[in-house]
């Protein structure tokens, strides 16, 4: 208890008495020390009310769609717009994501190289392997110690020493990470060259593992001006992945703009440069001391989520008249789709996510089913709930940048890949097509 002031009343009459004997002083603090208990209780039961209050007020969003179609990306992008004050205080905490992402490119990479350098010294496509791939490889093994206790760090919310051996896997151990399959075995029917093709496992954090609160609990409102006092060194554990990161950084480089790799990648079929959450061409700028990501490499970062990961934004911009939101993000993948339901009954909206550049690909999880079918289907199913009869629906066509990169750079027809679809091959005919098709299914 602070020293009372002679002048301070309140606390003369608080003071204990002078002549307190000692088990009176033992008494009195013990129930002093239960009192600040059920203090803390009573100010814990009145913030979890104003939560609860806050919660119902809240204006409620679901969204949907099927898995990497951009679910969590429209949250982060509707974040970053309208509630920008946690955008701001979350930012630095997402050079953990970022970081993961670059360090599982390297890894991937250096697994087909080591792959490779096993099988042959004479690389696909007749491009000698050197020593010197070896000598990169060793030189960039520290990286699977990275990204091993950075994983634990989203699973488990706590950090492993980086320079514990124990945790230092060989690279052909991790080539479950870009697990080799057989292409031709896995997708008989379908005329692909009968040679192998990675296939990427990406990481994924649980919505119940608390991944979310490990980027709470580096969030410093000082990196939210976007600079970074160099003061706190090693203050924030991802600092040392930082430094060992800094220090690999030429060799990164100089594996990526190998002609030897690239024609590996090539020859896999693997363009490490069109998965998610790649930042191999921006080594220069993310792997500097001091660096803090920017809105568009937040937006970038790609940490898979399973479960249902809830959102409580609080709107500090725009127009709406109820600035307590709560977004539901969903997993997409069919298996997660029936941990959806029970969250209809109680929502204001639902945004439903459909890339439309995906029409030449298939489901990770069912090789045989189109993605863009499959999103019209769920989007049929969704329109058909009947739980969602009075529900607000709000269709969202994305991927639209990709898409005509497809068409126009690739050259690829979507009549080849969706037979029913008959008209031109171009923007304006495929996004009128989908959006009236869409239109179609919502008022069947
Ligand atoms: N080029 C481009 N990429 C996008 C767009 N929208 C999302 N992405 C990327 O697509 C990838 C998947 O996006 P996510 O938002 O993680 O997908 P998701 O629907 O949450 O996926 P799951 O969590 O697996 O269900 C990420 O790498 C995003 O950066 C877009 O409009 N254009
Ligand atoms: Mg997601």
């Keep these: 208890m602070p020293a009372s002031d002679s002048t301070d009343t309140l606390a003369q009459k608080i003071a204990p008495p002078q002549d307190e004997s000692e088990a009176a002083r033992h008494a009195r603090i013990l129930q002093e020390t239960l009192a600040y208990e059920v203090s803390k209780q009573i100010d814990a039961e009145i913030r979890a009310c104003k939560a609860a209050l806050r919660k119902k007020k809240a204006v409620k969003v679901l969204v949907l769609g099927q898995a990497e179609s951009g679910k969590t990306t429209t949250i982060k992008n509707f974040q970053m717009q309208y509630a920008r004050q946690s955008w701001l205080e979350e930012r630095h905490s997402w050079r953990a994501v970022i970081y993961l992402n670059l360090v599982r490119s390297v890894n991937l990479i250096t697994d087909i190289l080591s792959v490779e350098l096993d099988e042959t010294s004479t690389a696909a496509d007749g491009v000698t392997l050197s020593d010197q791939h070896q000598i990169l490889l060793l030189r960039l093994s520290p990286l699977r110690r990275i990204q091993a206790s950075l994983e634990d760090l989203f699973a488990t919310g706590t950090f492993p020493a980086l320079r514990d051996d124990r945790r230092h896997s060989s690279p052909l151990s991790v080539m479950a990470a870009a697990r080799i399959i057989r292409v031709s075995d896995d997708m008989d029917g379908l005329d692909l060259k009968p040679t192998y093709a990675p296939v990427l496992q990406e990481f994924t954090v649980f919505s119940n593992c608390g991944w979310k609160s490990v980027l709470g609990k580096s969030r410093l409102p000082e990196f939210s001006t976007g600079t970074r006092s160099p003061k706190r060194r090693h203050a924030d554990p991802v600092d040392e992945v930082e430094d060992l990161l800094c220090s690999c950084k030429d060799d990164i480089k100089a594996l990526w703009r190998d002609l030897g790799v690239k024609r590996s990648l090539a020859y896999h079929h693997l363009r490490v440069e069109d998965s998610s959450g790649f930042f191999l061409n921006d080594v220069d700028r993310i792997v500097a001391r001091g660096y803090v990501p920017s809105d568009e490499d937040i937006v970038r970062a790609r940490l898979r989520t399973m479960g249902v990961q809830e959102y409580s934004l609080t709107l500090d911009r725009g127009e709406s008249s109820r600035t307590e939101w709560i977004m539901y993000d969903v997993a997409g993948c069919r298996t997660q789709r029936a941990a959806w339901v029970p969250y209809f009954t109680d929502v204001t909206a639902i945004i439903f996510v459909a890339p439309l550049s995906c029409f030449d690909e298939q489901l990770a999880e069912n090789h045989r089913v189109n993605r ?35 068409l126009k750079k690739d050259k690829l027809r979507v009549h080849d890949y969706i037979p029913e679809f008959q008209g031109e091959n171009n923007m304006k005919t495929v996004t009128t097509c989908t959006s009236t098709l869409s239109c179609m299914l919502l008022t069947y």
Excluded: G, Y
Aim: charged letters at 20%; a negative charge; glycine letters at 0%.
């Design 372 to 406: 863009l079918q499959d999103s019209f289907q769920l989007w049929d199913t969704i329109c058909c709930s009947a739980l969602l009869a009075h529900v607000q629906m709000i269709l969202l066509m994305n991927k639209c940048d990709l898409l005509e990169k497809k």
